[in-house]
């Protein structure tokens, strides 16, 4: 396959030049190429663009090789786009569909807290630095609003609203997803007191010297993902929704939380 | 070359041992080599896809320093020359390494086979979802590969050789025992050559040597024993040719060479194998009236014409005249040329002599039965074989038939009345109670009819026990000469005119009578009967008439008596009648009475009735006299008597005398 691939006839022959496809490491490299290879093998086929899976040993790194241009197109966390300032200008040009990121914080059924205000100075469970939704935008938020407090790092959701069912603590982060999959009588204990907004999730973009023609096949092969059934066990596998189309600006709430102010809540999720 | 039976071994041993332990160290190596280098590709395979693995984070993540880790401390292997990895696109990402290797033309090799500068290449993809992201090549040395075959075969080596000289060693004490026992025999087979008949070797050990020797041994043994026995032979053959006068030769016809057994040498007048033998030297021996006849002979016998066997005579030096005889059979090759003639010589001289002598003698005895009309019955007693000549037949009248007789045939032929006395005659001639068989009997010919023979034989061979083995006879035809003995016998006891008994028969018969009546305690009478007036008769008529007048009285007379009585004319006209057991004196006086009234009768004779009469004086035993003389001179003296007292009259001795006519006595 080697000498095949370096032989020069088949270097003469038609194929297009291979487009890096940069996601942001989030497992181990291996996994990672594992769940995106047979997407992007999918891509391939319907786009007819040739797709080749890069990922980097760390966040810092690809961010490194972002800056540098190495990828021509990238699957990038929401906090990192919202505030990448690069010089190459990579654009969004979809996003996962129907999904939101949104942190929410949980109490007590009887607590007596009405509002986030009212958690002024207590100690707080989270589940950890990495979990953004459920541990990063609600205490953005808090301090945005300049409400005090003290976070405990509890290592899972289910552990945060143990806790906080049981009176441990006054107060928790979590998700909805999560939420919903505790044990009701776990649940029937816990009052959702405030919830985060809606924040866009990953962005898919393109570095600028890819072509129109090039960025529109690629972004119709992925759009029409969801409805192909094809494509469904390779989404699933990733559990992605699909994807939607997105511009730039759909990350603006993200930028407004401006995140790179509270550099300690992103050292858990890089940056 | 001449090897001996030892080097031989050992070196058929050595040879054997070192071609099967090359095939064993060769294909041991082969297996090792084998399974090695299979080892070593998986191996290399496995390494190669254990580097893929290692490396594949690093390659999918493009981290370069963990890379260039990993391949430098990979690289750092003793058995690793080479490691490199490329990345997407064929692109090197890293590589440590022999820099020569790694500026090759990249290769991979699957097979062992393909190894070259001792290294193996082996390679493997970093691949993800069937998407190749890179690839790993890794160069494994496989030098130590050979040091070990090499270790192994080396060990191999000395094993081997190490056994090959075990082998040797073995096979040379093994060789040794062989040959010493082997020398044994042979010095024991020389023996024997030179003619140590019988020499045994020494026997040690139950194994096939040993086996070897002990039938050597007897195999020496048999050869002595045949070898004495044929040299007894030879000499007994020897010794029958000289005791036989008989010798061979063996000529070779091609060759003309003649060999001469001793006997012919002394048949010849020669000292045993004085001379060389030759046809030459041979004809010289023969007479020389003799030589061209042999000459002749010989070479008819060359030319197949007809059987040597010859009779030819031998001049010796002295002047000693020989007959010898000679047989010869030849032998000839595909075309009939006479090859070989082998003969016997027998010195006949006596032989035919007495051939000679028998045969006359056999030519007398013919001529001699022959003239003397001599049947000859010759009888094989245990086997009952018989031989009868040419006369025997004819005498007995079964010409024709075979030259035989057995005894039972004999006996048939035999008359009845003379049967009982010839079977005894016969049988003690055999059994020896006489010394000869000598008898005169009769035989019924072949012709029906009988015939006297004499016959004469005796036993003239017994065995040891003294049992008869052969009885020889002859005999003769008598019957003429026995008719003419019982006519002259008749005619010396018989009155001619009367054929009465004449004086001598009654002469004996009355002694024979006598001696019966005093063994028999019995009575006898005996008269005498004169016939009166007898001279008249014949002066009156003639002697012719007369003599029939007596004759017609004879014939009275008998008529008179009993037939076992007897009448006999004593002469003239007197008769004498002897009466045997004598009851009385009146049977006798009335046969006296009867005599007279028949003598009384009348005789015709031509027309004329001519009556005589008779007178007769009888004397009685035992009354009037015991002896013969006694008796007749009574008888007589009362004959005499009666006739004074009256004719016709017959008279006692004691004295009454009686007339016939009147039936009592005349006084």
Redesign the interface.
Known sequence: VLVTALSPASLAGAPPPAMTFGVVPQQSASRMAELWTPLLRYLEQVSGVRLVFATARDIPTFERRLAAGEYDFAYINPWHYALYRGVPGYRALARERDRHLQGLIVVPADSPARAPADLAGATLAFPGPAAFAASVLPQAHLRRQRITYTARYLVSHDSVYLAVAKGMYPAGGGVFGTLQQLDPQVRARLRVLWTTPPYPPHALAAHPHVSPAVLAKVREALLAMDREPAARPLLQALALNGFAPARDADWDDMRALKLDEFKDLLRGVGR | VKLSFRAKTILGIAAIEAVMLLVLVWAGLAYMRAATEQEVVRHAATAAQMFAATT???V????LA?LDTVVREVARNPAVRYARV?G???RVLVEYGDAALLARR?DVDRRFADVRDDVFDAAA?IT??????G?VELGISVAMIHAALARAGEGGTAIALAEMLLVALFSLALGTYLTKQLEALRNGARRLAEGGLGHQVEVRGEDELAETARAFNSMSARLARVYGELRERGERLAEAQRIARLGHWDWDVVQNTLAWSDEVYRIFGLQPQESAASYEAFLERVHPDDREYVKAEVNAALARERPYSIDHRVLYPDGTLRVVHERAEISFDAQGRPLRMLGTVQDVTEQRENARALRVGEQRLALALESADLGLWDVSLPSGETYVNEQALRLLEREGGEPCLSVSQWEAMLHPEDRARVLKAFADSIEGRAAAFDAEYRVRTGGGEWKWIHHRGRVVERDAAGQPRRSVGVFRDISQYVRARDELRRLAHHDVLTDLPNRTLFLDRFAHALAQARRNDTGLALLFVDLDRFKEVNDRYGHHVGDEVLREIAQRLARCVRASDTVARLGGDEFAVLLGELRSREAAEAVARKICLACLQPVVRAGEKIVVGASIGISLYPADGLEEATLIRNADGAMYRAKHLGRGRYGFHDGETSDASCGGNAD
Not at chain 2, 60 to 63: M, Q
Not at chain 2, 128 to 133: E, F, H, I, K
């Open positions: 594949q984070e690093a999918l993540a493009t981290d963990v490329r997407r696109g064929g990249p993809d993800v979802a069937g998407t190749s992201y690839r």
